[in-house]
């Protein structure tokens, strides 16, 4: 049943590497943003037919990406797995990109982890199948949650991604006795600085006036919950008032995601990266969701964005609670992670789905009145170096004084 769509797939990419002039003397370039005559650069649709999504849902792993297959054609919103493209860099474990029959609605799965999510996205958003350009991604996955903010099973739209990894870190048992975390900002002598050495993907902010929308859109579900889920979130209640949206059924809420590779559990560690956000965003992010890959997507759209290929404006990040990053009162961290069951995986995937579709049809309901032309963003949206032109409104400001960084040539 693959024979037409991957015919069509592997005959696209023929054209393209037919188009490919050879490699000259000298810098190569891969095409300035606004070239679009280099065969490698942004797309220009008169060249070839290029698959043109109105939205690219990214998923991590399989279980993420199953729930809209399963349902998007149950729905009646179209059969993703109609088209299978197979594009050079991404990863063997999910080798083929997803697309319903009218090339509307994608999807594609990274693989879990920064690294692989970084790889991943960086050759998918330059593939030369599609443009773009247009396109409004909505980076959709399960996550750690901060009791505070929300519960297993909510569904949280982020502004603010932060890295909070990107530390020195001392096991607690050798840190000096005055520190209140291992984990000390680069560049500084101690917790709670703001770092003074940066590699650039440290906190990246998406377009709140976006955000907002897609947060109105989702506010339309009826979340799923069940009874396994409710009992562990009611160990939570003793904790009182500050951890009382940990004991209430799911909602969808506006707060941060936090990138590690590192998958961290218990009240201490919790605590140290909430401070990191804190500070890193100069106090206007709330860290309520973990993620593996966040940073490392936004990443890849970044530089993708600086050539021109992506428009970082068109940007979402949802994530829904699988697990508490801490333990609710009288439960060790220990016993929290590895012994007891959350049963928060079921309502998670259910409601990325939930949420998710919801985002989905609100932006092609509304495409030619709202989103054909773009969501203009209210805020800072880049990176905390101004890639993309603007002063960030967290970190040490723009390195190119607003202006935005120009591809080499
Ligand atoms: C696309 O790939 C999926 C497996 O990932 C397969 O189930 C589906 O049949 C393929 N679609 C076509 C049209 O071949
Ligand atoms: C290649 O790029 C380097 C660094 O930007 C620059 O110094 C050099 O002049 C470029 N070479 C050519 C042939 O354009
Ligand atoms: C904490 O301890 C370190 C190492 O002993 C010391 O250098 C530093 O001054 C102390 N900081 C504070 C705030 O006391
Ligand atoms: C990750 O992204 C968030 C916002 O999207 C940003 O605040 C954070 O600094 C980023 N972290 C790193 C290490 O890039
Ligand atoms: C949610 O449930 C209400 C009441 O049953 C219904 O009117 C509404 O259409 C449902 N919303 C969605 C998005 O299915
Ligand atoms: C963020 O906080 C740091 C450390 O206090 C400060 O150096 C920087 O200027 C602040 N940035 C903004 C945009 O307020």
Redesign the pocket.
């Known amino acids: 049943m693959r024979f037409l769509p991957c015919a069509l797939a592997s005959l696209l990419a023929l054209c393209q590497r037919g188009l490919a002039a050879p490699p000259s003397e000298g810098n190569i370039t891969n095409g300035p943003a606004g070239d679009s005559s280099l065969p490698n650069g942004p797309p220009n649709p008169s060249l070839l037919p290029r698959i043109t999504p109105k939205v690219m849902i990214v998923s991590m792993f399989a279980p993420e990406a199953d729930v809209w297959y399963e349902n998007m054609r149950l729905d009646g919103f179209g059969d993703l797995l109609a088209l299978n493209i197979s594009v050079p860099g991404t990863s063997p474990k999910y080798p083929y990109v997803h697309c319903t029959l009218d090339g509307q609605v994608c999807q594609m799965t990274t693989c879990e982890g920064e690294i692989n999510a970084a790889t991943s996205m960086m050759a998918l958003a330059i593939a030369n199948q599609f443009d773009f350009r247009k396109t409004y991604w909505l980076v959709a996955g399960i996550a750690g949650v901060n009791p505070k903010y929300s519960t297993i099973g909510g569904v949280a739209l982020a502004r603010y991604s932060v890295q909070a990894a990107l530390q020195y870190e001392f096991d607690a048992r050798e840190m000096p006795d005055n520190f209140s975390t291992g984990y000390v900002a680069f560049g500084t002598m101690g917790p709670d600085h703001y770092p003074t050495i940066l590699y650039g993907t440290e906190v990246f902010e998406v377009n709140q006036a976006l955000r907002d929308r897609a947060f109105d859109y989702a506010s339309?579900?009826?979340l799923t919950d069940n009874e396994d889920s409710k009992r562990y979130r009611a160990r939570y209640k003793p904790a009182g008032n500050s951890l009382a949206m940990a004991s209430s059924g799911p909602s969808v809420v506006k707060c941060d995601t936090v990138t590690s590779d590192v998958y961290y559990s218990g009240k201490l560690l919790s605590e140290s990266f909430e401070r990191t956000v804190d500070i890193w965003t100069n106090g206007t992010g709330r860290y309520c969701m973990t993620a593996q890959e966040d940073n490392a997507t936004l990443a890849a759209l970044i530089k993708a964005a600086i050539f021109g290929f992506v428009d970082f404006a068109r940007v979402i990040i949802l994530r829904t609670g699988s697990n508490f990053d801490r333990p609710p009162p009288g439960v060790t961290a220990y016993e929290h992670l590895l012994v007891l069951k959350q049963n928060g995986f079921a309502v998670a995937i259910g409601n990325l789905y939930l949420a998710g579709i919801?985002i989905v049809k609100g932006i092609l309901n509304d495409w030619t009145a709202v989103f054909d032309k773009g969501v203009k963003p209210c805020n800072y949206i880049g990176d905390i170096f101004g890639s993309l032109g603007g002063e960030p409104d967290y970190g040490p400001g723009s390195l190119t004084g607003g202006q935005p960084v120009k591809p080499a040539v």
Request: glycine fraction near 0%.
């Open positions: 339309k579900a009826n919801e």
